[in-house]
């Protein structure tokens, strides 16, 4: 006990004395997309929108699915008990225009890769219309896993 009051009071006593500057910053650089956003995430609730992050940006996404389903009530804790399904993915946007995913996801091991691209802007004050597709294909590399 006296050893870990010791390390506290020099752990504290060593901050006070040697503050270091941030040398990072984590603000958005001033250099912004001048493509027209009508959203301000890459979906709209569970679905996709429209649009596609700036030059540059990186995108790290976790998803999860709980198993027990949320009638088993306070036995499963409404769904939270249990395990989940859980996908991964890392994305980035090579241009404002262009982005690009990839994820995996614990069911079937499932691999898959997205593109998203923004195709056509019109920015009008009545009825501002984005126009983007989106395409993908994915690999499941175990086929005999039970469906949860």
Known sequence: MKS???AVIVL???ALLCPQELQTSWNRSEQQSQ???LFHSLNALVLPSA??????DILFKVSHRFRPPVGDGIKAFW???GPANIRLALGYAITD???????RTNVYDNADLQLRYKAWTW?????????TFQGGAAWNSQLDQPVR
């Open 4 to 6: 870990i009051l010791i």
């Open 12 to 14: 504290l006593y060593s």
């Open 35 to 37: 493509l027209l956003q």
């Open 51 to 56: 649009e596609t992050p700036s030059r540059g």
């Open 79 to 81: 769904g939270l008990d």
């Open 97 to 103: 225009r262009i982005f690009v995913n990839v994820g």
């Open 123 to 131: 920015d009008n004050d009545l009825l501002p219309v984005v126009l």
